[in-house]
Each structure stands twice: as C-alpha cells, then as structure tokens.
C-alpha cells in the first residue's frame, strides 16, 4: 500500500529501478543448479543471458566516510556466474547468483513501457524470494540468510541535447551560475538514521551523463538506499526496500526543482 | 574388551538418531587427563605488552560455529601415548607448528562439557562444548602449557 | 549496449583513497610506540587474500578456510574505523570461516570477532579502565574507532619520564 504522504507524479523520469538482496551462500547450492533455478522463473521469463558476478558488498557505519570501496580481486575459483533471466519485451528481468536476487523494469525500445509503479514490483520480487527459498529448503533444510539489501531508482531528468541544459532547471542541489560544464559526474552519500538516531542505511546519490539505449543522451539521477535488514527474513527484507523507496521518493522530491515537477506531473 | 591398564577404546560417545555425536561430557576423560589444542601459526599475534612481543589469539581457544557443531577441537593426550607414538610429533606435523595442553578438570571448572568425538583420521580427538567468555578464555590460556612451543610467542599478555 | 543497472555500484572515487596513502614508514623498535602513519589496506588485503586461499582442516582438525562473504565483510568494517592513526590490526581467522580482528598495545586490546556479515562481538581493555567492555555490534563501529583511539600509541618515553 502506497504511503499517503509519499510525493506522487503522473510521469515520473523513471528509467530503471532494481530491487535486490544478497544472502549468504545457501547450503547445498552449486552452480550447475542454476538451471533449476531458472525453471522456477522460467514461464514469465524465457530468455537467459550470463554475465560477471557481483561482488559481494556491505554497508557499515564509523566516523570515516565509506569512500573506498577495495573489491578483493582474488579469485578463489568458487564465483558464481550472475544470469539475467529477461521477460519476452526484456524490461523486467531477474538476476540471479548464488548470493543474489535482484528484480529490475527498466524502460526499453522507445521507451513508451509504462514503470509499472513500486507496489506490483514489490509483489512479484515477494514471489520470486519465497520460490527461491522454497527451492533452497528441498536443498537442505534453510531459510534465506538475507545480510543486504538495495533499492535503486534510475531517472533520466533531462533527454536530448544535455550540452545545453541548465540542471539548476531540473536540480536544487546543483548550481553552475554561467559555467557550461561538459560534463557532470556527480555522487553523495548520506547516512539515514532510525527513531533513535542509529544509522540504519545508505541514500546514495549519483549525478551523470548516460547514453541511452534509444541513441539519446540524458542526465541520468539514480537514488539508492543499501543497507542491512533487521533479521535475515524474506519479510524483514522487503520492509526494508518499502522503507528505502519512501526515502528515495521524498528526497527525488526534494532534489529536483518545482519546475521539474510540473513537467513530471507532480499530483 | 579392555585389558587392564588399557585406556582404548574410550566408550562410545552418545549419537542422536542420524548418527551425529551429541555434545556430552565424557565419563573415561578424567580430570586429570591432558587435552592437546595444536596451534597453527596464524594464531600467533603481535602484542607490545607481551614479554616477547608475540602471543596467542584469543582464537586459540574460542568454540566453533554452531552448524560446525558448536565445539572446540582437541586431542587426548593419553590415548596418543597409549598408541605408542610422541605427542608432540603427533600434534604438530607442518603446519600446525604448536600445540598447547590444559587438563579436562581445567575446562571443566568453567562449565565446559569434554567429549569423545573420534574422527576417521584421528580417533584421539575430542571436543568442549559451551560458553566460553572473553575472561574464561583468557583464564584458559594463562592456565594452559607448551607442548610445542612457538619461539618467541607469549602465552601471556 | 542494453543498460541496466547492476546491484553493488562500484564506487569509483578511487582517487580519494589514493590521495590518502603516504610511503611506508618503517617500523620503530618495540617499546617505543609512536603514532605511526601507515597504509593498512594493502597489508589488509594481502593477509584476507592469504586466508581465503587456506586448505580445509588448516587447524590441524576441520576448519574453513575465509569465506568471501566474511572477506568482504571485515575489509568494510576496517574501512569505517581505520585511519592513519590507528594501529595495523592483526588479522586471525576462525575454524568457521570467517576472523578475529586484533589490536594489542601497550595501552590495551581491542578484538573483535567477525561471526557472519552484521554479526560481530567486540571487548575492549585498556589500561585507564578497570571495566572491559563486551558487545555484540551489527554494522555501526563508531564505538571500536573510539576504542582504537584509547589505545593507539603515544611516545612511551616521554610518558616513563613524566611519571
């Protein structure tokens, strides 16, 4: 149920968003099971492609800012490749390894696919855990070990002739005055804390150029909130990504100018 | 059948219904027996108040996880002499290039339960089961011996 | 190219990390412990690499080998507390696959057991304190970098000549 206070636009620039969680590595599970795995997402998505895997990440929390981000580049010859198990149109898909399940939409094509909007999103990653984690239990007797989770909203604000955007237009937090920059890489993090002041997750902001797939280029706003759920339960995870995505919804708002959201609508 | 003086076989330790040992305290270690702890060399640690500027991890005797059975690992010192062979060469074949030794009657004063837990390749293995505090453990170590003993590491600090 | 956006944005202002590393210093003798300015993260991540690549039963008996998930996990937890002044941490794996993080100085000891990723028990002793905390943390270790700064090195020479 969408949160009634949550800022609500007819058209929102949304252009991708991911929900995921990453799990310790279930017992039992070896690759050449992923096969089965797809069989249990297989009937809504019929097309696999494969690709790196994602090194495992964790935020944490102390008096140094989180600015390294070394990934161990040892191989110790266990990685798990990470498969992409795509809708027929190719605009949801679910990406799986052994310690990951991640649910996208993305715009494609022409970009004329409607976002679907969080709640529906929401439901089918529910399904799609629980099926996980029902397979795992016929393994060896376990439940889903969740130590992460990520929600991601990817926005193109701007798409066409970006050289000649003024993002003071588009951003309240970005100001060039008469600078015409040729380019904008742009990243912040915050820290967002519980009732009792205790940091509970990441926002993390990123500002940058993209191409898109259309051949257009745009001013791409992605918003993340990252962090660890409070147990390692299905539910407690995707209470997490409900909380996450009201964070990323009010800040979008607060980011972005009035005039911006006339554009996208806002009700 | 045991002959007099003869310490193996030590009873069968007690098994849930799929076989797995069950934590127990084992009648046939006594409180005086010697109980070996081997120390791999990434348990020794560097440590400015120790006399020689090494000393042991707390790791050496802390318990494992619980899906690893919740135990601490060690070998009966009696039943490796009983077979015949040297303790210390026995517990320390590279890498493992220490070992320590307490008394079950040690690990016992603190609420430790000592069992039998033979394994296919070292049917002189034993294990305690329990809580182990940073102070128990501590005490643990200050109380224990070299078998082997590692150059220059401490065993206090 | 389709995009689309990977979990795990790798962060890529690397050359803030970069900035912040100063040549290796040698180290002084023992007992005389100066703030010592130092990278940690190469010495770090050579000593992860090296207990992750571990043979099963390294023990002597049947541990693990570092998991990477655990891997990961310390290397964040460092990451958040360390800095420049703050003692190299000894780094000691576990029989289940995960470490130990110590730091053992003259003016006390901070450890802190890694059981799984947001899973962690820390004790603190130091010599100006009679109590030796012990805490079960998840992912916030603003405390451990207020421990560290209690017993990272001072000139003990010129503490001896005070006293």
Known sequence: MRPPDLPDFKHPPVSEVVLGVQFSNPAGYTQIRAGEVWGLFKGSYPQVEEYMPLAPVFETFGPQAPTMRTQLSFVDGTLHDRYWFLSEERDELIQFQQDRLLHNWRKVGDGNNEYPRFEPMYQRFKDELTALERYLASLEAQTLQINQCEISYINHIFVGQVSSVKLSDWLNFVNFGNINPEGVNLSFRETITNSMGEPSARLICELNEVMRSDGDKAIALSLTVRGAPKTASIDSALQFLADGRSVIVKRFAELTTSEAHKIWGRK | ?157 | MESCAAFSSFDTTTTGAAARRMPGLERLPLKTAFVIQHDWTEEVLVRLSELMQLPVGWDGYRAKPLSRENAVFALSLLSVVMDQSKPLPSIVPTVSGSVRIEWHTLRGDVELRVNRPNSVHAWFSCVDEEEEPEVDLTFDFKIVSAWLDEIKGTNVAIERAAA
């Open chain 2, 1 to 157: 059948m045991r002959l007099r003086g003869q310490t193996l076989p030590l009873s069968e330790p007690p098994r849930d219904a799929k076989g797995q040992l069950v934590p127990h305290d084992h009648q046939d270690i006594l409180n005086d027996d010697g109980l070996i702890r081997r120390i791999p060399i990434h348990w020794v640690v560097p440590d400015e108040k120790s006399p020689t500027g090494r000393r042991l991890s707390s790791e050496a005797f802390e318990m494992s996880s619980a899906e690893m059975g919740g135990g601490m690992s060690l070998d009966i010192e009696k039943l490796i002499v009983e077979t015949g062979k040297d303790v210390a060469a026995h517990v320390t074949p590279h890498p493992w290039v220490g070992a320590v030794r307490v008394t079950a009657g040690l690990l016992r004063g603190y609420a430790l339960q000592v069992g039998y837990s033979p394994q296919l390749d070292n049917p002189y293995h034993a294990e305690a089961w329990g809580t182990l505090s940073k102070k128990t453990s501590k005490k643990i170590r200050l109380a224990s011996t070299w078998v082997v003993e590692i150059e220059g590491c401490s065993l206090e600090a």
